[in-house]
């Protein structure tokens, strides 16, 4: 056991969850960071490559050179199935590196995590979208039924991996596991969910001061009407790098939610409190 070991397998208050999130991100960012990169690497140069295909096939459509709702409808939907195989396997990468930091008390296993990500990898992308289905069906009937099915979806991919569970049972357990709990539960998502995004929007700022400015010039030389003057290859550019930084930002999300997985499995079944118990005497 390392001395800084993080117990993901106990009641967490909201304060504890965020801390401790950046915590383990802050001790364990060099060995994580080379598997990710070994495991998501590929996956995230499609998703690059989905970010600039899209942003330059609706640059035109921005300001009305496009080809109407067909020529954003493709590109959008390729951005979205490349996104959702982003976050299949980032999501799941970060799982199964806190799944083997936990059976080895602080020590991560590099070749548990590929290993088990080659075993869950086609689970969790159609878990995702199975997951992204019901939530969208949730808000076609008004935003309140989209938000609630939200909190649970949000804790599938972390019964999958840590429970072992099948699609199925990770999505009917994940109602279970939120019961009596949902607001907390809520809270605790908006809260690193915001905070994520907050992170995200420092690395905005170049492309909303880039934007401010070329509508400044565009204002100051009567050229408003002109879109392109505002939404150039420059801005195009600017906007795929930061959405890139977005997305590997991203990569905070899962550890905030294991966390808030592990609070919500220990109120409900203890096993971390159990697992204790079992380990006393054993050292």
Same mark, same amino acid.
């Given at each position: 056991m390392t001395q800084d070991y993080i117990k993901f397998k106990k009641h967490h208050e909201l304060g504890e969850i +965020? !801390?401790?999130?950046?915590?383990?991100?802050?001790?364990? &960012?060099?060995?994580?960071?080379?598997?990710?990169?070994?495991?998501? *690497?590929? $996956?995230?140069l499609v998703l690059v490559a989905a970010i600039a295909y899209y942003s330059f096939a609706t640059m035109g459509s921005i300001y009305g050179e496009g080809n109407g709702?067909? *020529?954003i409808l493709i590109p959008m939907l390729v951005l979205y199935l490349a996104y959702m195989l &982003?976050? !299949?396997? $980032?999501? =799941?990468? $970060? &799982?199964h590196i806190i799944k083997s930091y936990n059976r080895h008390k602080g020590e991560i296993?590099?070749?548990e995590v590929v290993e088990g990500m080659k075993t869950d990898f086609g689970k969790l992308l159609l878990l995702t979208f199975l997951s992204w289905i019901i939530?969208?069906? =949730?808000?076609?009937?008004?935003?309140?039924? *989209?938000?609630y099915l939200a909190v649970p979806m949000s804790m599938v991919n972390a019964i999958l991996v840590f429970e072992r569970k099948g699609i199925g049972e990770s999505i009917s357990h994940s109602f279970q596991l939120i019961k009596q709990n949902w607001w907390m539960t809520f809270a605790s998502i908006l809260c690193v969910a915001l905070i994520? &995004? +907050?992170?995200?929007l420092v690395f905005q700022l170049p492309a909303i001061i880039y934007m401010i400015f070329k509508t400044i010039?565009?204002?100051t030389e009567h050229s408003a009407s002109d879109g392109s003057n505002m939404f150039g290859t420059g801005f195009v550019v600017l906007n795929v790098i930061t959405s890139i930084i977005q997305y590997i930002i991203y !990569?905070?999300?899962? $550890?905030?939610?294991?966390?808030?997985?592990?609070?919500?499995?220990e109120k409900q079944n203890f096993t971390g409190t159990y697992e204790a118990i079992e380990n006393l005497g054993k050292n």
């Open positions: +965020l !801390s401790l999130t950046f915590k383990f991100i802050r001790e364990n &960012y060099k060995l994580a960071s080379k598997i990710l990169l070994k495991v998501v *690497g590929p $996956v995230f709702f067909s *020529g &982003y976050v !299949s396997t $980032v999501t =799941g990468t $970060v &799982y296993v590099e070749t939530m969208i069906a =949730g808000f076609m009937f008004f935003l309140i039924p *989209g938000i994520v &995004y +907050l992170i995200g010039i565009s204002a !990569s905070i999300t899962p $550890v905030g939610f294991a966390l808030i997985y592990f609070d919500l499995n």
